[in-house]
């Protein structure tokens, strides 16, 4: 095998395993199309650009599986990690960032280090028979000759799903008479003063006029190719979700809990809830909003929220298709394709959901493929971490269901094998109802990262 890995693909997972095989002395090309050619979704051409949100989730690694992987990552060198923790921004617990500095961020340490390599353009199809360690990073919109070229090799389909993307709102719009300041029961993240959320309140009245409108909202129509594309759960249009109950919104992305209203000093009957979206606070992403509306609707029907009757939108919400492998029948146990194993699958592509999740297969790829070019492969991180429980999900889970049983996932603590869970606490007092779980996640949490320690430590 030769000492140069190909990596198709500069999203969040190819920039990672980009880095994380060049930081190991291997010479690294990336073959990007954009900007040459785009996808539906991307505006630049920048390495690891972030098209749907500019949030990394939950910072907490001592009770979120999403946290606990921030902390791995952090720990096994991640360069995603390390730019989004120099341009994050206020969120509460959860990790964001000024969405613009962190990908240019990524795209100068990339373009500076002198182990790698960028060839601009599309490749069309399956890469050169001569290219024996390629990693394909090509994310949830592969293109359509990349894809094709995969089934016609293994004969097997590859799987899709609709994403959708948020608006954005120009904080200067929003009036403040009505929205306020304030994280849910005023809890403080990274960055943040327990204040970093803006809240635009309804009452039953005004909850029932949005949901009306938003039922009859004019939405894109798919066409009839499309139509049977399952939505990823994690990320449904908000119209799709309200289909499912009048009060569905108020128990997902518009859930009132620990808000309160400063006019009322009440919890308000819902709330619609927006997120810094940039470092200098002038843009707002509205959370859990992705639609598939038509943008003239969508400008008529969220004015209608109060805070919002005067918004002016940066970027309105729209919908892309993704794909995926059928990861567990196709790929081994090291991210290979089986039907040839030159070939090394990264990100989205390969079945996890989220930005996150993507980088964190892009670092094992790179690892994994830097370990082949050494001639000494690299060993996978233990189940029990939360690496390891991803790298599981996608290469060994749901081999007996067939395809259909795969879809994507986030990472999760039931992707973990158990462990006992303390029966009592530090005080010596018996652990009980709610404590038992949080209980359970500080111990898996705990053990997980020992044993990323020892794999550290034993794979480099």
């Known amino acids: 095998m030769t000492g140069t890995i190909h990596i198709i693909g500069a999203g969040l997972a190819g920039s990672e395993a980009a880095f994380q095989a ?27 650009e972030l098209v ?12 979120n599986a999403v946290g606990l992987l ?15 923790d120099a341009h994050q921004v206020p969120a509460g617990s959860a990790l964001a960032v000024d969405r613009d500095a962190f990908s240019a961020a990524v795209t100068a340490a990339l373009r500076a280090h002198p182990n790698i390599s960028f060839v601009d353009g599309e490749i069309a199809g399956l890469p050169p028979e001569e290219w024996d360690n390629v990693i394909v990073a090509t994310g ?49 993240g990274p960055g943040g003063d327990g204040a970093d959320y803006i809240n635009c309140p309804l009452d039953k009245d005004q ?38 109950g009048r009060d569905t919104l108020r128990f997902g992305p518009m859930k009132p809990v620990g808000l309160d209203d400063p006019r009322t000093g009440r919890w308000p009957h819902a709330v619609v809830q927006l997120r810094q979206d940039n470092a200098l606070g002038t843009l707002w992403n509205m959370v859990g909003f992705q639609t598939k509306l038509k943008h003239a609707s969508q ?15 940066a970027r309105l919400g729209g919908i892309h298709r993704n794909t995926f492998l059928n990861s567990p029948k196709l790929l081994d146990a090291s991210l290979r394709l089986k039907a040839r194993p030159s070939l090394r699958f990264a990100g989205q592509v390969t079945g996890v959901e989220g930005y996150l999740e993507s980088a964190a297969v892009g670092l094992l790829a790179g690892r994994f493929a830097a370990g082949d070019a050494a001639g000494l492969p690299a060993p996978p991180p233990p189940r029990t971490t939360a690496l390891g429980a991803l790298l599981d999900h996608i290469t060994a889970g749901h081999l007996s269901g067939g395809r259909e049983s795969f879809q994507p996932m986030n990472v999760n603590f039931g992707l973990f094998p158990e462990i006992d869970a303390p029966a009592a606490g530090p005080d010596g007092r ?31």
């Not at 921030?70 to 989004?84: D, N």
């Not at 996640?441 to 550290?456: F, G, N, P, T, Y």
Request: proline share 4%; net charge positive; charged share 30%.
């Open 22 to 48: 060049a930081r190991r002395g291997v010479r690294v090309v990336i073959h990007e199309m954009r900007p040459l050619k785009m996808t539906e979704a991307h505006k630049t051409g920048d390495c690891a």
């Open 52 to 63: 749907c949100s500019n949030s990394f989730r939950s910072d907490d690694k001592e009770n």
């Open 70 to 84: 921030h902390e791995e990552m952090r720990r096994a060198g991640s360069l995603i990690l390390a730019c989004a």
């Open 140 to 188: 949830p919109l592969t293109s359509s000759a990349l894809a094709g070229a995969v089934r016609e090799l293994t004969g097997e389909e590859s799987l899709a799903f609709f994403d959708a993307i948020a608006p954005i709102v120009h904080k200067e719009s929003i009036d403040f008479s009505i929205a306020w300041m304030q994280s849910r029961y005023n809890k403080a």
């Open 207 to 244: 909850y029932a006029a949005f949901y009306e409108a938003l039922m009859a909202g004019e939405k894109t129509e798919f066409r009839e190719w499309e139509k049977s594309t399952p939505y990823f759960e994690a990320c449904l249009p908000v119209e799709v979700m309200a289909e499912r």
């Open 299 to 313: 400008v008529e029907i969220f004015r209608k929220i109060p805070g919002l009757q005067n918004a002016e939108f």
């Open 430 to 460: 018996p652990v009980k109802g709610k404590e038992k779980g949080r209980a359970r996640k500080q111990a898996l949490a705990r053990r997980a990262l020992l044993d990323l320690e020892s794999w550290l430590k034993n794979a480099g």
